[in-house]
């Protein structure tokens, strides 16, 4: 995918996302920090943080151990574990996620159950684990949307997926693509 139409998508998909009730509702949002390929999300961490949003991003801090922060701006974060931006330096304040939270979380591919194709190192499954309460969302590509992804009981599915045309209501019992 050309640079241009990722952030054509990337874009389409925030414009998406900021109509979502679970967006609206949210007091705190929790997001990952784009990095190559994935949809970007700086516009979406620009925009919570505008709207008074407590707005926390993620910094790895061992083996499939990560928090998230709190962020005041973007020009806090730094190349962090495997070159993806983070808060820089010791952060301030760790953010605990409660039901008015939504997690934006990434992936390299996604089912309409919300099953997650991660990038294999458990770090969201890990940390959602542990906070069943807080709202989940996934960004997603056109091409990202697959038939079926395998799943562990484990694994945290998202609530809704969104994909710059659509917001896919993540339900057990669906069987296609829509």
């Known amino acids: 995918m050309s640079p241009g139409r990722r952030e054509e998508l990337s874009r389409e998909m925030a414009g ?8 609206i509702n949210a007091k705190k949002v929790f997001c990952y920090v784009s ?7 700086f516009h ?3 925009e919570s943080l505008r709207r008074g949003k407590r707005t926390a991003v993620p910094k790895v801090l061992g083996k499939r151990e990560m928090e998230f922060y709190y962020i005041q701006n973007l020009d806090q974060l730094t190349p962090g ?4 931006p983070e808060p820089a330096g010791p952060p301030a304040e760790e953010a605990v996620p409660d039901e008015d939270t939504l997690i934006i979380m990434p992936g390299a591919a996604f089912d309409c159950r919300g099953n ?3 990038y294999g190192g458990g770090y969201y499954d890990t940390y ?9 969302a996934a960004l ?3 091409e990202q949307l697959i038939p079926s992804v395998p799943a562990e009981p484990s694994d945290i599915p998202a609530e809704i997926i969104i994909t ?12 296609k693509i829509r």
Do not use: N, V, W
Not at 16 to 23: G, R
């Open 16 to 23: 998406l996302l900021f109509s979502c009730p679970l967006y």
């Open 35 to 41: 990095f190559r390929d994935e949809a970007e999300t």
């Open 44 to 46: 979406i961490l620009e």
């Open 81 to 84: 574990t495997f070159g993806i």
């Open 116 to 118: 997650r194709l991660g």
């Open 128 to 136: 959602l684990s542990r906070f069943p309460l807080c709202r989940r």
């Open 140 to 142: 997603c590509f056109p």
């Open 164 to 175: 710059g045309k659509e917001i896919i209501e993540c339900l057990p019992d669906c069987q």
